[in-house]
């Protein structure tokens, strides 16, 4: 009798485990669904003749000295991202900009390597391409550019060493990406339905000095590089 109820309670206890387990993996393959959704749309839709693959990891975001988007061609998407995610086109932003760097990683000798290494060793430089790379992707794949630009207001902070260390500071990324939407895709920011996104009107309230130098630049015609902040 002992032993039928230690068997009978090893099998509820399985049992509950299975489906506290079932639950937590539907969830997991949603959220992978999502995401393959969106970041295979944006590889159709730009005839990016390259395989890369979309990784949800529930766990934490672990920094790695080898980025998988450019070593294995893999963009992984932590759990803890979804928190600046509000719609499909910052998710859009996110993996746009991931696919630009994978997809870069394909391109010259070596099977890619001498691409590779020329992401890391000049991160700033392919961070500006990968971000105008991004825009061009969503627009391509029906979304809209101006998720970019809320995404990083949110969600990366204005570090005091950035311009001291392998980033830009996001204010002169954003600066960039909205004028090279202003110049490419000046059709967003004349109807804009971010208009009323507290997101975006902050970016427009902090980057009051930069959006000026772009003004003065389109009035003077000039064709000098700004130096955004």
């Not at 590889?43 to 529930?58: E, M, P, R, S």
């Not at 988007?69 to 900009?97: G, V």
């Not at 790379?133 to 060493?161: C, F, H, W």
Request: with cysteine; glycine share 4%; aromatic share 14%.
């Amino acid at each position: 009798m002992k032993r039928f109820l230690i068997l009978l309670a090893v099998i509820l206890t399985g049992t509950i485990c299975f489906a506290i387990d079932d639950a937590a993996l539907i969830k997991e393959k949603n959220c992978q669904s999502y995401i393959n959704e969106i970041g295979v749309k944006i590889l159709n839709a730009n005839k990016i003749d390259k395989h890369i693959v979309f990784t949800y990891d529930k766990g934490e975001y672990k920094k790695t000295i080898n980025d998988p988007a450019i070593t294995k061609r893999q963009i992984i998407f932590y759990k803890e991202y979804f928190k600046y995610i509000e719609n499909d086109d910052e998710m859009a932003a996110f993996l746009a900009h991931q696919i630009s760097r994978a997809a870069k990683s394909f391109s010259g000798e070596w099977g890619g390597f001498v691409s590779s290494a020329q992401i890391k060793f000049a991160p700033k430089k392919y961070e500006i391409f990968a971000d105008k790379r991004a825009v061009d992707y969503m627009v391509t794949a029906g979304y809209n550019p101006i998720g970019l630009i809320t995404l990083l207001n949110k969600s990366e902070p204005q570090n005091i060493l950035d311009k001291l260390l392998f980033h830009n500071p996001p204010s002169r990324r954003m600066a960039i990406i909205y004028e090279y939407i202003y110049t490419k895709y000046p059709y967003y920011l004349a109807n804009n339905p971010y208009f009323e996104n507290i997101n975006y009107q902050n970016f427009l309230l902090n980057s009051v000095e930069n959006r000026a130098k772009l003004k003065e630049k389109i009035e003077s015609g000039s064709t000098e590089k700004v130096k955004y902040e």
